[in-house]
């Protein structure tokens, strides 16, 4: 469509996403708080840029994550963060925009390095994930009783002693989306495991996953998707 309905200097072919309202545009800025609305069309709702250490208030990406507003997911810059994060009883996201080649999240082996529960909404995006050796479940990330959308991620190498080498969900509605996971080891599932819940599984590149007793890539049981 080449006319500018909205009359805010942008057409949808030249990205408005939503001609019927002029503060949405490829131009706008997301405000502070969320409102449900793709504001700067980025084809990400309610997002804020997000580039810990080079704010003089926040050093971590997980101080960013626990000052963010609700419902809102943070643009992380490129980088390389250091940290055991954890997202519980939140609706946050992270996203890393221009992907993972460039952004890292670098566990230290001492559990999951992502580690979700019982929060709604949670997008996890663009990042190479790394390091992790959980005692329990899931390598790269451990995620329970939430809602989740993992996408376009790179986890090599994490390990998990039980189940899910690189991603472990129990209980859990979303999706699992362009992810590649290799060279990641569990008892069962070194790849993924997931246990209960309503996910949908696709397109993911899930090879070179090592199980010690049981599916060397995937594992699943009880679940829908």
Known sequence: DDIDDDGD????????????????NPT????????????DCNGIVDDMLSCPASDPDIQTLQEAIDRAPEGMTLVVCPGTYAEMLTIQDRSVGIWAEDGPSVTLIQGDQSGAVITVS??????????????????????????????????????????????????????????????????????HGGGMAINYGQLEITGNSILSNTAYSTDGNIFGSNYGG
Do not use: K
Request: glycine share 16%; aromatic share 6%.
């Open 118 to 187: 019982n929060s709604d909404g949670v997008l996890i995006s663009g990042f190479t994930i790394q390091g992790g050796r959980s005692l329990s479940n899931g390598g790269a990330i451990q995620a329970t009783d939430s809602a989740v959308d993992f996408r376009d991620n790179i986890l090599p190498d994490n390990e998990a002693v039980l189940w899910g080498g690189g991603i472990y969900c129990e209980s859990c509605t979303g999706r699992i989306d362009g992810n590649t996971i290799s060279g990641s080891r569990a008892a």
């Open 9 to 24: 200097g942008y057409t949808e072919n030249e990205g408005d996403c939503d001609d019927a309202a002029t503060t949405v």
């Open 28 to 39: 706008s800025i997301e405000g502070e708080t969320a409102d449900g609305r793709d504001n």
